[in-house]
């Protein structure tokens, strides 16, 4: 830890009887040490709030705490992913994308850039990871979008892809809600009484629900014959990662899209034949080199939804880029 200016300064001290005390002392200007303490501070607290606690002005705060996140990368080294997470994030209405790809055997995020989330962009991640650690990923774990997976393909072409399962389960979730408004529509009077107001009480893991979503979700079920079909096929795909050879998921697979037949579930219909066009990257699963955390890249992003919300108004890329990338590392 260095210092860059020294002066005396001449303090008073408690009296001794009638006699005032005064000391003499040389102090030194640290920054570093409380450059980490403000750093350490705003991991937990907006910069407005270090920056009441601490008497200083916003932008010190923010000065301060971006020269600890930059302490914190350093630190953490160059990065040499084996497995890698890939998604993308909205930074502003108007659909604006970054790309954020992790590291998903070390649990972090290694990288933010991007114009878009085009090929070109998704190209810009290989580029800055370099050709000799691309040859070397053996995993890329991504959701659906096509030009991730050329991306992938031109620069990493010997790493196995696999589609995120928390994705897969969003676009069903959001064929179980198409089926519930159709229902809704279809009916009229007090039939819609069950299925008004309950979208997420449905969309929800039964196990996440309070006792009273509980009991809505089995009036909703008993009341409703299709949606309560729909649920069921619903709850039992999750099913389809838990096989270790990917023969005995294609079973599944073709058993779960069998009992479609006669339901009248179009929207199911429709996501079967998508997990039936992307199928190799969902049975990739299946080999047990593959079997990584596919819950990371969605808890990262819920936690960057979380600085974003605390980051109200703040338009500087950069140090969004920063807290990103600092918010898995340890604390200095």
Request: overall charge positive; glycine content about 6%.
């Amino acid at each position: 830890m260095g210092w860059y200016d020294r002066k005396v300064r001449r303090v008073r001290d408690l009296s001794c009887g009638d006699t005032r005390i005064y000391l003499e002392l040389e102090v030194r200007r640290v920054t570093k040490r409380f450059a980490y303490y403000v750093g350490r501070r705003c991991r937990q607290a907006t910069i407005k709030d270090v920056a009441k606690e601490l008497a200083l002005d916003w932008h010190t705060v923010k000065a301060l705490e971006m020269q600890y996140m930059q302490a914190q990368l350093a630190r953490a080294g160059t990065p040499a992913p084996r497995a890698i997470g890939i998604d993308e994030i909205s930074i502003r209405k108007g659909h604006t994308y970054r790309i954020v790809v992790s590291d998903l055997i070390r649990g972090r995020p290694i990288w933010f850039g991007g114009e878009d989330r085009s090929e070109a962009s998704m190209s810009a991640f290989y580029a800055w990871l370099g050709a000799r650690k691309s040859s070397r990923l053996r995993l890329a774990v991504m959701d659906m979008w096509k030009p991730f997976r050329l991306a992938t393909q031109a620069h990493a072409p010997q790493a196995a892809i696999l589609f995120d399962k928390f994705h897969i389960m969003r676009h069903l979730g959001e064929a179980l809600d198409t089926i519930r408004k159709r229902e809704y529509a279809r009916l009229s009077g007090r039939d819609r009484r069950y299925i008004k107001g309950q979208k997420y009480t449905l969309l929800s893991r039964r196990e996440n629900l309070t006792l009273d979503g509980k009991r809505a979700l089995k009036a909703l079920l008993a009341a409703n014959k299709r949606l309560n079909t729909a649920y069921v096929l619903k709850e039992s795909f999750g099913q389809l990662w838990s096989y270790e050879r990917e023969g005995w998921a294609r079973r599944f697979f073709e058993n779960w899209r069998a009992s479609l037949k006669w339901q009248r579930l179009e929207p199911y219909e429709k996501f079967a034949v998508m997990i039936d066009r992307h199928w190799d990257g969902i049975a990739a699963y299946c080999r047990p080199e593959n079997k990584v955390s596919l819950g990371f890249v969605e808890g990262l992003n819920n936690k960057i939804r979380v600085i974003q919300r605390r980051a109200y108004g703040l338009h500087n890329e950069d140090y969004l880029r920063l807290k990103v990338l600092t918010c898995m590392l340890p604390a200095l």
